[in-house]
């Protein structure tokens, strides 16, 4: 059974929890306050997104989308996405993988291959084991897709860079820790896994925006 995605209360007692056990997550609490409620919404748009974000920086994954976003009339689904195919994608400015990994994901959505409802419905391990089965989806947007759009509490996004980064600084540590690393020495905040995440990109974004004198971006 899915576990109940995190609303604004939830997200508080969470992070009250977590502050209570663990002594460095509680100064990110002291210096910064509580992480926002990043989220996005289900379905296939913010699926596209998160693609589209691998290996690039947001802002450019915004431009890219913001142009298919346009050049579909405001609906990115995946009948439109497949009517003019990879083709139009290229033309956009995509890679040819992503390309690939973007029409491939609308073919299976319109084809009920894969129902993004029914993995809404799943435990957060079943969920995340049918995202990777689509060819483009790995670990790390399977997870972001299960923490941001379906607002699963206890789950861990592997090989964020943002989130490794900030776990270096968190733990004084003088090298970014491996991907597996990070996971690891996440489990010690389960079942809260998501929100201690979430406290890390608050960290990582509010300290870089203070060095850089302005307002840490909502990227998440």
């Keep these: 059974m899915a576990s109940p995605g995190l609303n604004r209360a ?11 056990r663990d002594q460095r997550l509680a100064r990110i609490c002291d210096e910064f306050g509580p992480p926002p409620l990043w989220s996005r919404p289900r379905g296939f748009p913010t699926l596209v997104r998160i ?19 346009l050049h579909l009339g405001g609906e990115v689904t995946p009948a439109r996405v497949l009517e003019p195919g990879e083709s139009a994608l290229l033309a956009l400015g995509f890679t040819r993988q992503k390309a690939r990994y973007v029409v491939g994901l609308a073919a299976q959505l319109e084809s009920g291959t894969v129902s993004l409802e029914r993995v809404a419905r799943m435990p957060d391990a079943d969920a995340g084991a049918a995202l990777t089965r689509i060819p483009g989806i790995g670990p790390w947007t399977a997870g972001v897709y299960l923490l941001l759009a379906l607002r699963r509490p206890d789950v861990w996004p592997p090989g964020d860079l943002g989130l490794h980064k900030s776990m270096a600084e968190l733990r004084g540590l003088r090298t970014v820790p491996s991907s597996d690393e990070a996971a690891a020495f996440a489990m010690r905040w389960r079942p809260w896994r998501a929100v201690a995440a979430r406290l890390l990109w608050h960290s990582y974004l509010s300290r870089r925006a203070r060095t850089w004198g302005r307002q840490p971006a909502a990227g998440c």
Aim: hydrophobic letters at 65%; a negative charge.
């Design 10 to 20: 939830s997200l508080l007692a969470a992070v009250s929890e977590l502050a209570a």
């Design 51 to 69: 693609i589209l974000e691998q290996q690039v920086s947001l802002a450019s994954a915004a431009a890219l989308y913001a142009r298919l976003d």
